[in-house]
Nanobody, 121 residues
Framework: VQLQASGGGLVQAGGSLRLSCAASGLTFSNYDMGWFRQPPGKARESVAVVSRSGSSTSYADSVKGRSTISRDNAKNTVYLQMNSLKAEDTAVYYC???????????????WGQGTQVTVSS
């Protein structure tokens, strides 16, 4: 299984980025997908989650209203559109896959390698 995250980069505060995560080696539509981030010197935190069908999403309060998670099951890809970026959004962003019927919502089965997002103020 591979989860390949991309789309990170350096952006000015107020700008936008769209992260992508391409999955292979798994039946993508059987997995909920999440985006996480780890700011420098801090613990990893959940950013957003989308259900396997894409019909249900949830967001951390810190990004709610500024970010949109979506997925394309035909392309085995999940996206995170981030707008109105702030310096505090600077982090390594990771995508992860969780089996759809998992009883442990915090347990993800597969992780991508991360993509760096740096927001300059």
């Amino acid at each position: 299984v591979q989860l390949q995250a991309s789309g990170g980069g350096l952006v000015q505060a107020g700008g936008s980025l769209r992260l992508s995560c391409a999955a292979s080696g798994l039946t993508f539509s059987n997995y909920d997908m999440g985006w996480f981030r780890q700011p420098p010197g801090k613990a990893r935190e959940s950013v957003a989650v989308v259900s396997r069908s894409g019909s249900s999403t949830s967001y951390a309060d810190s990004v709610k209203g500024r970010s949109t998670i979506s997925r394309d099951n035909a392309k085995n890809t999940v996206y995170l559109q981030m707008n109105s970026l702030k310096a505090e959004d600077t982090a390594v962003y990771y995508c992860a896959a969780r089996w759809w019927s998992s009883t442990n919502s915090g347990k993800y089965d597969y992780w991508g390698q991360g993509t760096q997002v740096t927001v300059s103020s």
